[in-house]
């Protein structure tokens, strides 16, 4: 098998994936009955508006509102799609959340919301608390972006200063009957923590997320500290107003990991999933796995069969330098380094968004020649590393994984490819 042939191979793998969590597989099986009086369709996220294609694809046209992220509109005949910035959030946004709070503002006991909610949606559906400005709002989460913190300390802190987040989008449409359709991009898949939980309770309080800005030691707008300062908005689980919302999740990283591997095994690979909810600085994480693969291919005999090493979940990047990169990218880089050039070994680090930071890329493929081409461009990957110049690195070596808009959103893919050197 050539170089050429396993990064083939590798971008299948993470296409296989990406399929396994298409709205248009997943929505269907989890729809509830239709009911005969009025039902309306909500939703955002990066896969929200394929969920709502997929949503009109069972019922016809339907009533509603959903908000995406630039580039991933689908074709809807009743629904409206509403693009906004993603991972900053903007005016588009805030409008669009406003007007989707005014559709709900009219429902009764008797109607139906049909909720599709995906991750992205933190930043594309929010309605800022108390004093917080657009430009307060674009400050808090450059910050968050830009700490490093795991994703549900960040989203901690996003639903205390928010009006819709924490079961509150469930407030707005009660007493109506809701049913939210969830795609997972978070380790362990709890919906209070997917898209900051707009339909969920939850019992994070102020303080908590007064204690996450501390920690990550990040420099936040004074508004955002006065309405830390004030009662929350957010809803407890037990609270009446989200006792009749439904959370399904229909997709989630366990799901493409294992398509994924069942593709692999048809392939001759003996497979092993190291978990589908890894958390960490993405470096730090490439290391480990880098030491893991390293053990791996010295424990093979001669000839014997290839390991693959899966993973999903979501690593962070603490931004130290001024370069262009992101989580997946930064990820690829770190184990090129680690791994030396060492033969028979490749890799692949993705995110299923298609999205790796605030790049439209989603990741990079990495092989035993990764190093030495880059020396041939005088490309420093270590220097590049440190000013978190990863996408940089990719795009002159020309191993970005660039697919465009996904439509879907389960987290990050990672694939480590062990061949024996005798191989």
Known sequence: MTDCSREVLLRRLFETAVAAADPMKCVPAFLPERINGRTVVIGAGKASARMAEAVEAAWGASEGLVITRDGYSRPCRGIEIVEASHPVPDGRGLQATQ???????????????????????????????????????????????????????????????SLVKGGQLAAAAYPARMTALIISDVAGDDPAFIASGPTVGDRTTPADARAVIERFGMSVPASVLAVLDSATGVLPPEDERVSRVENRIIAAPSLSLEAAASLAADEGMEVEI??????????????????????????????????????????????????????????????????????????????????????????????????????????????????????????????QVVPGPTLTNVNDFRAILIESPMT
Request: hydrophobic share 45%.
């Open 99 to 161: 007007r989707l709070l005014g559709l709900l503002s009219s429902l009764e006991e008797a109607d139906h919301v049909i909720a599709l909610i995906s991750g992205g949606a933190s930043a594309l559906l929010e309605a800022p608390a108390g004093d917080i400005s657009l430009a307060d709002l674009q400050a808090l989460n450059e910050a968050l972006l830009a700490s490093g913190a795991p994703i549900t300390d960040m989203n901690t802190v996003r639903k205390h200063v």
């Open 274 to 399: 190291l978990g589908d909810a890894i958390e960490g600085e993405a470096r730090e994480v490439a290391e480990q796995q880098a030491r893991l693969a390293i053990e791996r291919q010295q424990a093979m005999k001669p000839g014997g069969r290839p390991v693959l090493l899966l993973s999903g979940g979501e690593c962070t990047v603490t931004r130290r330098g001024k370069g262009c990169g992101g989580p997946n990218a930064e990820f690829a880089l770190a184990i090129a380094i680690a791994l030396k050039g060492a033969d028979g070994l490749y890799g692949i680090a993705c995110d299923t968004d298609g999205v790796d930071g605030a790049a439209d890329v989603a990741g990079a493929v990495v092989g035993p020649s990764t190093l030495e081409r880059a020396e041939a461009l005088g490309l420093d990957p270590v220097a590049m590393l440190g000013d978190n110049d990863s996408h940089s690195f990719f795009a002159a070596l020309g191993d």
